[in-house]
């Protein structure tokens, strides 16, 4: 069995379905899919597997000509991905005639020298069901796939795998997700590319750039750690119908599959309020919480800059007091290290274990210093406390007239307890159960 796993790149012009043959083969909507030309922008990676053969299914934008330096860069992240890929698969349209934007997609996939494999998708559009014309492309084989009916799935993955050694992909079950959030343009692409190391998405000054959520792993200390890239949060007005609507939905998505989250904030646009929903978001779900102030090094400012600028965020997010904050910029590299060393201190946080012992002793303490208050008769008893086994940050805390206890109680326990465990950069939260 071969220790390198293979790479798919799935390759062909604007519109033809390749993000649906994408989703179909991976079983899961992972790409966005709209019917309109050039949804896809960024290079999507995902692990499939097919006949006990895993590989990595890579999907790309659509081949056109490039109308500017924004596109010229999708165009070379399609060049690389065939140049990198073990086997390509070129996917056209059945019922559209061959275009020169497919003979020039064809060729770049032969050239390659790696095995190519044509699919001609739509293949229930196609009354004929001729696939002669197609052999003037001059690739073999050729299988005819509906993505949308189901027809011809097995078949062109049976040829596929037929073309890959046997390989196996082994997961890290200490893997860190790391998802990077933030409203659009605020630089999380660039940070996303400078923490990978690598041109993977895509970065420029255009808001809107990344619409799917783009993963890629690294490795930092020993440590597995998968990237997330996801699009821009905008205020609920500002969200447009349609594609955009699907990417703050895997946005929201992704803060649910992270462990700790990144949140970004422009240098030059601080004290958003969305900034705020979005770090707000992140505590909700009980995950890992970073505040990122980036592009700071095109910010104006002087030796006392950050100093002044740090308690004002600070009093913004007030109700993450926890998170710590970083001044990070991925241009010029500062602090981005710093970042690796944060998350990893906060997933050590998070996988901390309490002796039940201790945080008893430590509950009989502060209730003893600062008894709850209550109703007459019916004043919160606080008895007996233990970690959730598997659902850190949280712990049961069982007693009597708990529903009693005041929200500012409850602050008050949480600040007592990181005086003496810090557990900074992630939340946690006390259920309060009726012992009967």
Same mark, same amino acid.
């Given at each position: ?32 899919? =709209? ?25 790309? =934008? ?22 990198? =890929?073990? &086997? ?214 002087? &030796? ?10 600070? =009093? ?13 910029? &991925? ?106």
């Amino acid at each position: 069995m071969s220790n390198k796993v293979p790479i798919v790149a799935i390759v062909g012009r604007a519109n033809v379905g390749k993000s649906s043959l994408f989703n179909a083969i991976l079983g899961r909507r992972e790409a966005i899919i =709209a019917a309109e030309p050039g949804t896809t922008r960024d290079s999507l990676t995902a692990k499939a597997t097919w006949d006990g053969k895993d590989f990595w299914l890579v999907d790309t =934008a659509g081949l056109k000509a490039a109308e500017d330096d924004f596109e010229l860069t999708i165009q070379e992240q399609i060049s690389e991905a065939a140049a990198s =890929a073990d &086997a390509i698969v070129v996917v056209t349209e059945a019922d559209v005639p061959i275009t020169e934007e497919d003979r020039r997609v064809a060729t770049m996939a032969l050239k390659s020298r790696r095995p190519v494999i044509l699919a001609v998708n739509k293949i229930d559009k196609n009354q004929r069901g001729d696939l002669n014309e197609w052999q003037r492309l001059g690739i073999k084989p050729i299988s005819a796939t509906s993505v949308t009916q189901k027809i011809g799935l097995e078949a062109l993955l049976d040829e596929i795998t037929s073309k890959l050694p046997k390989a196996r992909i082994k997961q890290d079950t200490n893997r860190i997700n790391l998802a990077i959030l933030g409203r659009p343009n605020v630089g999380k692409s660039s940070l996303f590319n400078s923490l990978a190391k690598k041109q993977q998405a895509l970065v420029a000054d255009k808001a809107g750039t990344t619409r799917d959520v783009n993963r890629t792993t690294v490795r930092y200390e020993g440590k597995e750690i998968e990237l997330a890239d996801t699009a821009g949060i905008r205020r609920s007005g500002k969200i447009e119908r349609g594609v955009e609507k699907f990417s703050v939905l895997r946005a929201l998505a992704a803060i649910e599959q992270s462990d700790i989250c990144l949140v970004l904030m422009d240098s030059a646009e601080l004290n958003v309020q969305l900034d705020q929903k979005i770090a707000g978001l992140v505590k909700e779900a009980g995950k890992g919480l970073v505040l990122v102030v980036s592009k700071w090094d095109v910010a104006e400012k002087d &030796a006392y800059t950050r100093d002044q600028i740090a308690p004002q965020i600070a =009093a913004n997010f007030a109700f993450v007091p926890w998170a710590p904050l970083i001044f990070t910029s &991925a241009v010029t590299g500062q602090n981005v290290t710093k970042i690796y060393e944060l998350i990893l201190q906060i997933a050590e946080a998070r996988q901390q274990r309490f002796k039940t012992t201790e945080l008893n002793q430590w509950l009989r303490r502060v209730v003893n210093e600062h008894p709850p208050a209550g109703l007459k008769g019916r004043t919160p008893k606080l008895n007996y406390i233990v970690q959730e086994e598997n659902d850190f940050p949280n712990f049961k805390v069982f007693g009597a007239h708990t529903k009693f206890l005041h929200w500012s109680y409850k602050r008050y326990l949480e600040r007592k307890f990181r005086e003496v465990w810090p557990l900074a950069g992630t939340p946690l939260k006390f259920w309060f159960i009726e012992k009967h």
